[in-house]
Structures are given as C-alpha cells and as structure tokens.
C-alpha cells in the first residue's frame, strides 16, 4: 500500500472515530440544469423565452443561459438527495406546462442547428444589468462561434457541512487558523484533485459520444460516420468535453491559464485576464458603431467565460463580481461542471449519480493535494481530452506523474479508495453511497456498461441516427414529466415567483440612472485597488499598489 493510500485511510478512521458521519449529513448538493427548448420536429426553438415562466434576469430557478432556447433550471441547495431531484422534476414538469408543444432537448449535444447564426442570444430585457448579460453573450458568440455555446450541461454545486468543516480544521490540526481561510485552502486542494481524477466523471457519466453533423458544419473534424445524419468516435464517452466541445484557447495566444495553488492565486489569475488585452480580440471591436459586440477585448469579459471542469464559488451580491466575492467571503460551494446530461432519467441526473459524486468530492477533499506544475497540468488535459474521446478504447493508457497508467487500473484503485469514504458518508458498510461506488466498477469491469456504449448500442441495435434517438428518448421524457404530481404549494411557489420575477425585472429597468458605457465602466472597477499582472521572475501573478 502506498503512502498516500495509508495517510487517505488514517484520515477516514480519525473523521469516523470523531463521528464526522454525524455532521456530513448537513452537506447541501445543488443543481443547474441546462435544456435546449426544441420544435416538435426536433429544431432549435426560435420562440421567446415563455413570459408565464418569468422572468430570465431574475427568476432564481428558471433562466436561460446562451440562448434564448437554452434553459436553465436551478435547485436549492439541499441536505436530501431525494429533495433536490424532487425540485428538479417539479421545475421541469412546471416549464412543459408552459412549452405548448416544445422539448427539452434530452442530450448534452444539441438538436438540429441550422448554423450559428440563427442560433438567439438570450434576452434580459432593457436594463443595463439585462444588456450586460446579452453583451456578454453576443461576445462569446464572436470569440469562439454561438454553435459551441448551445451544448447543455449539468452542473454539481456542492458545500461540506459547517459543522464538518470545523471538526476536520480541528483533525487537521488547524485549530489555530482562521475559518474563511482554511475552509478556502481545503476546497482549493479538493478542486486540484477533482482535476487530477476528474476525467473519471466523463468515463463512468459521458453521455455524448455521438452528434448531429449539423454541428460540425462547416469544420473539418477527424469524426467517424454513423450514418448520413451522425458523427462519432467508437469509443467516445463524451464528445462535450472532447476538442469539439466548448474549450477555451486563450493560453494558446496569451499564456493564460488560471491558477489553483491556492484561492488568491485564483483570484489573482482571472483578475490579470479581465484587465489584461488580447490582440485576436481587439480585432473584433468593442462598440461597433451603437452596438456593443463584447463586453471588452480583453482575454477573459468576465469570470465566467474561464472554461474550467470545476470552479470554487460565492454567492454573489446583485452585480458583485465573482472574483470580488471570493476574495470578501472566501468560498461558499464548489461547482463540478463536468456531467453531461443522461439521456437516461428525464430530469438529466439519477440518485446514484449524485451521491457518487458527493463521495467523490470528499475523496478529493482528504486526499493529499500538493500543486499542480505545468507538467502535470498538460496530463490533465491530455487525460480528459483522451477519456472523452476514446475512454472506452481497449488498453487505452492515461499518464499520471510521467508515467502511462492503464485507465481501468487508475479508475480500479479510486474506487477501491472511495468505498471507504463512501462508508463514512453512510455511517454503515452497506448503505447508500457504497453501494453508488460499487456500481461503477461494473462500468470498469465492462466499458460496454457506460452510458456512452449504451447510447450506441441501442443506435445500432435500431438502425436510428444520435438526432432520432435523442428526440425518441426525449419524447419519453415530456411523456414523464407531463404525468409528474408537482406539488399544489411548490406549484403556487412558482406561481408567486414568476409573478415577483417579471416585477423585479421592470423595477430594475425603471431604476437605470446612466448609461450603459457608465454603467460597464462602473462594473468593471469594483475593487480594482490593486494591479495584477504575471511576474515571468518568479512564474506566478503578483500584487502591485495602485498609487
């Protein structure tokens, strides 16, 4: 047994004699959703945003993302794994009421698209905060094409109890350190071992290995054919989180690349790439004439734009910057972005996922984490284009540390490290979480098990495209859904804020004092005492007084 596997084991046995099972009862999961609303026929949506649904700027369940035809569903965060999906089949169940004969969409890759520029950019109304949401969309369609931002995915937001948090600081023998900043320190060690496993997720959840050859119009891809209407790699997992999905390619032509050592080289990383001019996107222009074509030509407009499988996260104050938000409050939750939408269960995720992935994070959390170096940050990204492109492959090897490392052997000794942590979480040997764990070594064991092989297997077992399985399947799910029981006081709920939403968004509108420029001019300098900038003496961002 290796030393890292020995300190993982002394660490659960310390959390589960100081009755840590107690206090993670109180982790809380939460979930964004995103769906593409489609024409009966299987298109993209060319209607609005339904007004019955509320409104997209403020509602805070129903909204939109990319597009206007790209919902997205928000869950609250919730102790009960039964409760969040319960929330998410209410909302879904809600939104179909409203969708006359629309779909949502049921797959990760998207419906038929007839080229990007038909694709709608949302719409938040008139005021300046609703323009900045569109600018900025209208800017991420310039910088990398409106096709890639229609992919939909399913994000796993995820925070450890407080109660946990503090007896592992104690455990730890951290008793002295401040709270925020320990808290910050660990979340920040689990989110470089979420990256390090992180091509796990798409193994064992890639759902995307197929997609419609109106996708890739116009590009040259090395996509095998399926059949006249679908492209796809053989042993895909998920061809979303492949080079064919959304990526971003700044630190191909700036040398940006955030930084995870710890929560202020994160700050300071994304904070360098909002302030910092990129030439390719200097070229597209500003304001173009009276329209804005993006929010600036800088590498990143704003934080979000940064591509990453995984993010540390605070809640925001209204208009509040995310990185400001992270350097007040430290972190909040963490967000894994890496599912892709199953196909499978009509509201995209199973029980059995998520509580596989709440062992996963405390895995990642009492693994030892040292930093990640260029070296190894090139192995992660080789391990996840390599999982989602060929995970199934027979004998296909990742690298890890240098060295090739069968994935099945890799993923074998995760799981076997993982059952332990997954006993801690249930409080038994045989509970819940376990038994989560110990349903993913089938899919090791057997990669034809995966929902990836699955997909394919029932294409050709059909003789049918992705397009006519993923409408077949998805049609289904509206059948489902439209039998689901929401219940009268979270239907009233929703009522309520769908009304409040649209009363939210007018006052806001009415209350606009300035102009856009000022009103972006404004944004943008919350916080900036400081200059940030990449010192190449000592390879790391540092800190300058502004005079």
Request: hydrophobic letters at 40%.
């Amino acid at each position: 047994m290796n030393q890292s596997r020995k300190d993982l084991e002394a660490r659960v046995e310390r959390l589960r004699s100081a009755g840590a099972a107690v206090q993670l009862r109180g982790n809380r999961i939460g979930l964004e959703k995103e769906g593409l609303r489609a024409s009966a026929a299987g298109h993209l949506a060319m209607s609005p945003h339904p007004r019955a649904l509320g409104s997209a700027l403020t509602h805070p369940y129903i909204t939109t993302d990319f597009s206007e035809a790209l919902l997205e569903l928000i869950t609250p965060p919730t102790s009960r794994v039964e409760e969040v999906l319960e929330f998410l089949a209410d909302l879904h169940a809600y939104v179909y009421r409203h969708l006359g004969d629309e779909l949502i969409w049921g797959t990760s890759m998207p419906c038929v698209l007839e080229g990007g520029a038909g694709i709608p950019l949302a719409q938040y109304g008139t005021s300046n905060a609703g323009t900045m949401k569109t600018v900025y969309r209208r800017g991420l369609g310039n910088r990398y094409g409106r096709t890639m931002q229609v992919i939909a995915g399913l994000h796993f937001n995820f925070s450890f109890a407080d109660a946990f948090l503090d007896l592992y600081r104690d455990l730890q023998g951290a008793g002295g350190d401040e709270v925020t900043a320990f808290r910050s320190e660990a979340q920040m060690g689990m989110i470089r071992n979420l990256q390090r496993v992180g091509w796990l997720v798409p193994y064992l959840f890639g759902a995307s290995p197929a997609v419609c050859s109106s996708f890739v119009r116009g590009r040259e891809t090395d996509l095998q054919v399926f059949d006249p209407y679908t492209l796809y790699y053989p042993f895909a997992t998920s061809l979303r989180m492949g080079d064919i999905g959304y990526q971003n390619r700044q630190e191909e032509g700036t040398g940006m690349k955030a930084s995870y050592d710890s929560l202020d080289s994160y700050v300071r990383s994304l904070t360098w790439a909002i302030e910092t001019p990129c030439p390719q996107y200097e070229k597209i222009g500003v304001k173009v004439g009276d329209r804005y074509e993006q929010l600036n030509a800088n590498v990143l407009q704003i934080e979000n734009e940064y591509y990453s499988t995984v993010r540390p996260k605070q809640i925001t104050e209204w208009l509040e910057r995310p990185t400001l938000a992270l350097r007040r409050r430290g972190i909040r939750y963490v967000e894994l972005r890496s599912p892709d939408i199953n196909i499978f269960e009509p509201v995209g995720i199973s029980a059995e996922q998520i509580r596989f992935l709440e062992t996963l994070m405390l895995y990642c959390l009492i693994l030892d984490s040292p930093r990640i170096g260029a070296g190894e940050r090139r192995e992660i990204d080789e391990n996840q284009v390599l999982t989602a492109h060929r995970g199934r492959e027979p004998g296909l090897a990742l690298t890890r540390l240098r060295e090739a490392v069968p994935l099945r052997v890799w993923a074998s000794e995760i799981l076997d490290d993982m059952i332990r942590v997954a006993e801690l979480l249930d409080g038994v040997s045989e509970g819940l979480h376990v038994q989560s764990v110990e349903r993913q070594r089938d899919k090791v064991a057997d990669p034809d098990a995966t929902p990836s092989a699955r997909i394919l297997a029932m294409m050709r077992e059909r003789q049918e495209g992705f397009f006519s399985f993923a409408r077949r399947l998805t049609e289904a799910h509206r059948e489902t859904l439209g039998h689901h029981r929401i219940d009268p006081e979270r239907e009233a709920l929703l009522d309520r804020l769908a009304r409040e939403s649209i009363a939210q968004q007018e006052a806001i509108e009415a209350a606009d004092d300035r102009s856009f420029d000022e009103f972006l001019a404004d944004y943008f300098n919350q916080g900036r005492a400081t200059d940030i900038g990449w010192d190449p003496a000592v390879d790391r961002f540092e800190v300058q007084e502004r005079v």
